[in-house]
């Protein structure tokens, strides 16, 4: 064959190569470029949800300011305004606001006291609540007594372990290895760190707490605690009274809510409860927790916010984005 006729060969097969590699280089480009488009689509989609969860947040702290100015002696349940969903119309969309008592819950930070700004001190007496609830919630009195003070020598800054307590070294011979913070707690789901929590534990606990962003125990809303949650307020109590008894004077309570604490406390013998107890109790919430889902465009986004309503105006303290 002559030497042209070789070479028109092998030029042939290059070309083919050449459109082949191009082909897969064209081909990956194309595939970077259609990643790229769908990531800056997604994030355009949460920003956007984002901002109209902004609006629905700004939605119900003036439905709850105007909810709490209405009576700012107390705070009751008339109204149904607890729990219940408010909409907000969207183009595409729409997002759904839902209000309800942020304080009835057993603040984990309370374990602690601030004896000066960031150094914490274990609080014995709420220690011995903690351990009471989860008696309560049909956790065993052994594991009660230590996940209480492990979660106490959590928060606390100092090293000196509780009795059952956990310190660093504790949790120093756990794969991996970490320490403790020694600092409130930011979300309930830190307690799944506490040596001595496990699943089955956290899952009955976790109903009835919160982490509010101070070191004191919260004040229970007799006008707003439901029967359901009778458990809280029988860790106040002697171990003599059960959750069915406070549930039951929960039951009695009127229409539209007690005046003061004076007005449930009578209805309760008074070996029932000390003063400190009813200490631990109010009439009005300061506290709100706030839920806001959005749908729209394809793109959904779930928000759990904490309002604190001290003083009014009220305003957001925090906000968490994602599934509980």
Do not use: H, K
């Not at 219940?84 to 606001?97: E, I, T």
């Not at 004896?115 to 709420?126: K, L, N």
């Not at 307590?165 to 320490?179: I, K």
């Amino acid at each position: 064959m002559p030497p042209a006729e070789r070479e028109r060969g092998v030029a042939l097969l290059t070309v083919v190569l050449l459109v082949a590699v191009i082909a897969v280089i064209a081909g990956g480009a194309l595939e970077r470029l259609r990643l790229a488009t769908r990531l800056a689509a997604n994030a355009g989609g949460q920003a956007q949800a984002r901002s109209y969860a902004g609006a629905a947040e700004a939605l119900a702290l003036s439905r709850l300011d105007t909810l709490l100015g209405q009576q700012p002696s107390r705070v009751t349940l008339a109204g149904g305004w607890s729990d219940r969903p408010f909409s907000l119309p969207l183009p595409g969309g729409q997002a759904v606001a839902r209000v309800r008592d942020g304080g009835n819950c057993f603040n984990l930070n309370g374990l602690v006291r601030a004896v000066a700004p960031g150094v914490y001190q274990s609080d014995p007496a709420e220690r011995a609540r903690f351990a009471r609830l989860l008696r309560l919630v049909q956790v065993s009195a052994q594991v009660a007594e230590q996940v209480a003070a492990g979660a106490s020598d959590w928060i606390d800054t100092d090293t000196d372990q509780q009795v059952q307590g956990a310190e660093d070294p504790s949790y120093a011979g756990m794969s991996p290895a970490y320490r403790t913070p020694g600092t409130l707690m930011a979300d309930p789901s830190e307690l799944r760190a506490v040596a001595g929590v496990t699943r089955e534990v956290y899952q009955a606990a976790e109903p009835w707490l919160c982490t509010l962003p101070e070191a004191r125990p919260a004040t229970l809303n007799l006008n707003t605690l439901a029967p359901e949650q009778a458990p809280l307020l029988a860790m106040l109590l002697p171990e003599t009274v059960g959750s069915g008894t406070v549930a039951q004077a929960l039951l009695r309570r009127p229409p539209q809510g007690w005046g003061d604490t004076a007005a449930f406390w009578s209805g309760l013998s008074n070996s029932m409860a000390g003063t400190d107890a009813q200490a631990r109790t109010g009439v009005r919430s300061t506290w709100f927790a706030l839920t806001v889902d959005v749908a729209v465009g394809g793109t959904s986004l779930q928000e759990r916010a904490l309002i604190d309503a001290t003083r009014l105006p009220s305003r957001l303290v925090s906000r968490q984005w994602g599934e509980p």
